[in-house]
């Protein structure tokens, strides 16, 4: 067992029980106005079960103009109090503290969200909105200090253990402490002691009306990462008067909108990340200092308390993946961690879509209710044909709830085209999902018959009550003039090491697979160029995923062509139509295709009448991300 993680440690007046925190994270389960859900309340009782010492929610607003999300939560009225003081009552149930983070967006929202301009310290726009906010008067500025305070106060009230003033991450408290954003020319701007006069003022009002002894955290960015924002230098003078002005920890993260990949990063950014700025603010201050970014391992969140950089750790995402880490980490199940793998298409890319939260590998997420396993009362036998993600999520959410399962892959490995999701640069964390699965599937003892395709001939013999169908989807094979050339190879057989690939390559196609299979091929030493009949590449990425392919892709020197699609392929290269007119794109030893996928779901037609009940899930259904592939995976398992 950890020597440390397990180990209790005061903030302020509130003692936790362990190390391990849950950051906030805007997942857009509340009313519109402000007032909880079961949904938002489920999701943070089931990480209280799940053993983590402190939990810190999303952003309570303090102003419904300061709202940067539709669903997120609010204590702008003393109305909202009742329905979110059961989120206190259910947590402290299992022996977990909860903290209310509480902000201003800012600039950071759009009329969309708030119906009405945006505010800030100037009249410069967030690169994300690009509207253009008011700029705050000294008098508007008193009345959100007043909110803060009041908000605090209704925390209190609720039931809350206490609140995390979120001055990172460029929003409103943020944009006054960075001359990134704040342009004023009166006492709340120019010097740092100056920019740092609004949070300083907020402090005072939550202290004043919240009484000295409610526990005051403080998250901020450690540097912003835009040119002309705060850097780890400013953050640590901050810090020290922060801790002056009474705060009882300090939360260093990283980024603001600018700087989107940094806040929540993908895979392609190293684990423990922000560390090394946690351990620089931990220098000039006595206070608890807590860490966050890209820590997904308890054994990692071991060491960096061990080695003295913070004393509590975020793992924010992790506990999206499975909420019960702290438990399974103490009773050294290691195995059964559902780790997270950094892909964001649940935790961001779903509030991109204006969509709640997810996760890609724990459907679960957000729908703790809806989703609950019960024991079936009648054990059935189900088979489920396809050994992809999709496949080995039904197979084992049917084998938890008490089914006879039986899995048909037709390969020897299971996997399906995640198996080749995993290669490109950045991704091989793919693989700790697919361990995962592989490792519930024996658990569960669900059957897997290898190297064996289900057949209608084996459903009339083994006669199942129901089968599952997810048999994934098969490369698109476009009918261009030279597309049978010994020249031209798949993706997926280069990614799997099936085919040689020469010097020079060009890939047709630009979307995630071609993208990432060129990005491979150029780590690989290889000369690659992308072809795109659409206008831009990538585009099916998440965004802070694309920005670190992009970057790779530009420091390998791939050359990309858009607005191009191939019209025949030669021996040495392609011709493609560039600007109305035929152009010879080359020369090339290898060409590789990546047009895209089709569904394979032949089996679905022949089983009609032949089993009382078929499913089609994942890719076989329609060809998607992996995200949509699980949670239909997971439902199926519970459908039947």
Same mark, same amino acid.
Request: glycine fraction near 10%; hydrophobic fraction near 40%; proline fraction near 6%.
């Given at each position: 067992?950890?020597?440390?993680?397990?180990?209790?440690?005061?903030?302020?007046?509130?003692?936790?029980?362990?190390?391990?925190?849950?950051?906030?994270?805007?997942?857009? @389960?509340?009313?519109?106005?402000?007032?909880?859900?079961?949904?938002?309340?489920?999701?943070?009782?089931?990480?209280?079960?799940?053993?983590?010492?402190?939990?810190?929610?999303?952003?309570?607003?303090?102003?419904?103009?300061?709202?940067?999300?539709?669903?997120?939560?609010? =204590?702008? $009225?003393?109305?909202? *109090?009742?329905?979110?003081?059961?989120?206190?009552?259910?947590?402290?149930?299992?022996?977990?503290?909860?903290?209310?983070?509480?902000?201003?967006?800012?600039?950071?929202?759009?009329?969309?969200?708030?119906?009405?301009?945006?505010?800030?310290?100037?009249?410069?726009?967030?690169? &994300?909105?690009?509207?253009?906010?008011?700029? =705050?008067?000294?008098?508007?500025?008193?009345?959100?200090?007043?909110? @803060?305070?009041?908000? %605090?106060?209704?925390?209190?009230?609720?039931?809350?253990?206490?609140?995390?003033?979120?001055?990172?991450?460029?929003?409103?408290?943020?944009?006054?402490?960075?001359?990134?954003?704040?342009?004023?020319?009166?006492?709340?701007?120019?010097?740092?002691?100056?920019?740092?006069?609004?949070?300083?003022?907020?402090?005072?009002?939550?202290?004043?009306?919240? !009484?000295?002894?409610?526990?005051?955290?403080?998250?901020?960015?450690?540097?912003?990462?835009?040119?002309?924002?705060?850097?780890?230098?400013?953050?640590?003078?901050?810090?020290?008067?922060?801790?002056?002005?009474?705060?009882?920890?300090?939360? +260093?993260?990283?980024? +603001?909108?600018?700087?989107?990949?940094?806040?929540?990063?993908?895979?392609?950014?190293?684990?423990?990340?922000?560390?090394?700025? &946690?351990?620089?603010?931990?220098?000039?201050?006595? *206070?608890?200092?807590?860490?966050?970014?890209?820590?997904?391992?308890?054994?990692?969140?071991?060491?960096?308390?061990?080695?003295?950089? /913070?004393?509590?750790?975020?793992?924010?995402?992790?506990?999206?993946?499975?909420?019960?880490?702290?438990?399974?980490?103490?009773?050294?199940?290691?195995?059964?961690?559902?780790?997270?793998?950094?892909?964001?298409?649940?935790?961001?890319? $779903?509030?991109?879509?204006?969509?709640?939260?997810?996760?890609?590998?724990?459907?679960?997420?957000?729908?703790?209710?809806?989703?609950?396993?019960?024991?079936?009362?009648?054990?059935?036998?189900?088979?489920?044909?396809?050994?992809?993600? &999709?496949?080995?999520?039904?197979? *084992?959410?049917?084998?938890?709830?008490?089914?006879?399962?039986?899995?048909?892959?037709?390969?020897?490995?299971?996997?399906?085209?995640?198996?080749?999701?995993?290669?490109?640069?950045?991704?091989?964390?793919?693989?700790?999902?697919?361990?995962?699965?592989?490792?519930?599937?024996?658990?569960?003892?669900?059957?897997?018959?290898?190297?064996?395709?289900?057949?209608?001939?084996?459903?009339?013999?083994?006669?199942?009550?129901?089968? *599952?169908?997810?048999?994934?989807?098969?490369?698109?094979?476009?009918?261009?003039?030279?597309?049978?050339?010994?020249?031209?190879?798949?993706?997926?057989?280069?990614?799997?090491?099936?085919?040689?690939?020469?010097?020079?390559?060009?890939?047709?196609?630009?979307?995630?697979?071609?993208?990432?299979?060129?990005?491979?091929?150029?780590?690989?030493?290889?000369?690659?160029?992308?072809?795109?009949?659409?206008?831009?590449?990538?585009?099916?990425?998440?965004?802070?995923?694309?920005?670190?392919?992009?970057?790779?892709?530009?420091?390998?020197?791939?050359?990309?062509? +858009?607005?191009?699609?191939?019209?025949?392929?030669?021996?040495?290269?392609?011709?493609?139509?560039?600007?109305? /007119?035929?152009?010879?794109?080359?020369? %090339?030893?290898?060409?590789?295709?990546?047009? !895209?996928?089709?569904?394979?779901?032949?089996?679905?037609?022949?089983?009609?009448?032949?089993?009382? =009940?078929?499913?089609?899930?994942?890719?076989?259904?329609?060809?998607?991300?992996?995200?949509?592939?699980?949670?239909?995976?997971?439902?199926?398992?519970? /459908?039947?």
């Amino acid at each position: 067992m950890p020597k440390y993680l397990f180990t209790p440690m005061r903030i302020g007046k509130m003692e936790v029980s362990n190390r391990l925190v849950v950051p906030a994270m805007v997942m857009n @389960f509340c009313n519109n106005d402000g007032t909880a859900t079961e949904k938002y309340i489920a999701y943070h009782e089931a990480k209280a079960k799940g053993g983590w010492g402190l939990i810190i929610t999303e952003d309570y607003a303090v102003d419904p103009r300061g709202k940067g999300f539709i669903g997120i939560p609010g =204590l702008w $009225n003393d109305d909202q *109090i009742e329905s979110h003081s059961k989120l206190p009552e259910r947590v402290h149930r299992y022996g977990s503290k909860i903290v209310a983070q509480i902000y201003h967006a800012g600039r950071q929202t759009n009329h969309l969200v708030i119906g009405a301009q945006p505010v800030a310290p100037s009249p410069i726009p967030c690169p &994300a909105n690009q509207e253009i906010p008011h700029e =705050l008067t000294k008098a508007e500025i008193r009345n959100i200090v007043e909110e @803060f305070g009041d908000c %605090a106060l209704r925390a209190k009230k609720a039931g809350f253990d206490g609140v995390e003033v979120h001055g990172a991450h460029g929003y409103l408290i943020a944009q006054f402490m960075s001359a990134y954003s704040n342009k004023r020319t009166d006492e709340y701007g120019g010097s740092l002691l100056n920019r740092i006069k609004f949070p300083l003022e907020i402090i005072s009002n939550i202290r004043a009306k919240a !009484g000295n002894d409610f526990p005051i955290i403080f998250r901020i960015s450690g540097d912003e990462f835009v040119p002309g924002g705060r850097t780890i230098e400013d953050t640590k003078a901050i810090a020290v008067l922060l801790e002056q002005a009474g705060i009882n920890a300090i939360h +260093v993260s990283a980024g +603001v909108y600018g700087s989107m990949q940094f806040i929540i990063p993908p895979s392609a950014v190293r684990h423990g990340w922000i560390a090394d700025f &946690a351990a620089e603010v931990k220098k000039v201050v006595s *206070i608890p200092v807590i860490t966050v970014g890209r820590i997904t391992d308890p054994i990692m969140a071991e060491t960096i308390i061990a080695s003295g950089k /913070a004393d509590f750790v975020s793992m924010g995402r992790a506990s999206l993946a499975d909420p019960e880490l702290p438990n399974k980490t103490s009773a050294k199940k290691f195995d059964d961690i559902n780790y997270c793998i950094g892909c964001l298409q649940g935790c961001v890319g $779903n509030l991109f879509k204006g969509n709640p939260g997810g996760c890609l590998v724990n459907p679960v997420t957000g729908r703790e209710s809806e989703f609950a396993l019960r024991p079936v009362d009648k054990k059935k036998k189900v088979f489920v044909a396809g050994g992809g993600p &999709a496949g080995m999520e039904a197979a *084992i959410v049917a084998a938890q709830r008490g089914h006879e399962v039986h899995l048909y892959e037709k390969s020897d490995r299971l996997g399906g085209q995640y198996l080749i999701g995993a290669i490109p640069p950045n991704k091989g964390e793919v693989d700790m999902f697919l361990a995962w699965q592989q490792n519930q599937l024996k658990k569960y003892n669900v059957n897997v018959h290898f190297n064996t395709e289900l057949t209608v001939e084996i459903v009339e013999k083994e006669a199942p009550d129901a089968v *599952i169908v997810a048999t994934g989807g098969e490369p698109i094979v476009p009918d261009i003039p030279g597309k049978d050339k010994p020249n031209v190879v798949h993706a997926n057989d280069v990614l799997l090491g099936n085919v040689n690939v020469g010097h020079r390559v060009i890939v047709i196609g630009g979307g995630m697979v071609g993208s990432e299979t060129a990005d491979h091929l150029a780590n690989h030493g290889k000369e690659v160029t992308i072809v795109e009949m659409l206008p831009d590449i990538a585009i099916d990425e998440e965004a802070a995923v694309r920005y670190f392919l992009m970057k790779d892709l530009h420091d390998n020197g791939v050359k990309i062509f +858009v607005n191009a699609p191939v019209k025949e392929i030669l021996d040495d290269g392609v011709i493609s139509e560039i600007d109305g /007119a035929e152009t010879k794109i080359g020369p %090339a030893d290898t060409i590789v295709m990546a047009i !895209g996928a089709k569904s394979v779901n032949n089996l679905t037609k022949e089983l009609e009448g032949e089993v009382p =009940l078929v499913l089609t899930i994942g890719d076989a259904l329609k060809v998607r991300k992996a995200l949509e592939a699980v949670e239909e995976g997971y439902k199926a398992g519970l /459908a039947v």
